[in-house]
């Protein structure tokens, strides 16, 4: 196993985001979680890379205990956050932005490497290295803030809603990359609320609301549930 998390409980102030979540995350799959806004999961991705600390709870990465490891040192061990809203560096370039994502990667042949197979999956910003990065439209920066992710070469590579503001076009052309991605050998975690896109390329799948786990399964099998179906999929 990948990823364990066991009764994870994150806060804030007082109140209580996370409630005892408990999952494992295989090597090689794409898991999703699905919720409405509120449902706890940017808490639940923000809790796994470390900028969140969970009051109670245990997090288990390829058999290390990270619970109280920085994000620096998880980045590191192979956990890469690609954060909701893209978060790219708008005035930097293209290129200046997928460098950043290599901070922690001193070996430059590495670097160079990673970022080739960045417009090899990318080849829509290949052409826009030295354009500011603000001036790419909302896909390209998606693309970008992937691409920023891929350049750490991670073994978990986690998604905070990347369908978010995109049109239904190029919703499917990046979970086509998304797909693409774990194909070449990195682990998805994935959250969504674009729960139809999310389950159709899951494994496995959980539900999540106001901080715990209601429903889990297969990808199909969730898309095929009655709740799941009227509550998130608008049937």
Do not use: W
Not at 96 to 125: C, H, R, S, W
């Amino acid at each position: 196993m990948l990823l364990e998390v066991n009764n994870l409980h994150t806060y804030y102030g007082n109140i209580k985001a996370l409630r005892g979540v408990s999952f494992n995350v295989k090597e090689g799959e794409i898991l999703s979680f699905i919720g409405a806004n509120g449902a706890g999961k940017s808490t639940l991705m923000n809790t796994l890379s470390g900028t969140l600390k969970p009051r109670e709870g245990q997090i288990i990465f390829n058999g290390v205990d990270i619970t109280k490891m920085t994000p620096r040192d998880r980045v590191k061990q192979g956990i890469i956050l690609c954060p909701e809203g893209r978060q790219i560096f708008p005035k930097f370039t293209v290129e200046e932005n997928l460098l950043m994502g290599a901070y922690t990667e001193k070996d430059k042949a590495n670097q160079k490497a990673n970022y080739e197979k960045v417009f090899e999956l990318f080849p829509q910003i290949k052409d826009r290295q030295k354009q500011m990065a603000g001036t790419l439209s909302g896909g390209e920066q998606q693309m970008l803030a992937i691409g920023r992710a891929l350049m750490e070469n991670p073994k978990m590579l986690m998604l905070d809603e990347p369908s978010l503001g995109l049109s239904p076009i190029l919703v499917e052309q990046i979970f086509g990359l998304i797909e693409e991605i774990n194909k070449q050998g990195t682990t998805i975690l994935l959250v969504e609320q674009n729960a139809m896109a999310a389950l159709d390329i899951a494994d496995r799948a959980y539900a999540l609301e106001t901080g715990e786990i209601v429903i889990e399964g297969t990808g199909k099998e969730l898309l095929n549930n009655d709740v799941i179906i009227k509550t998130y999929l608008g049937a």
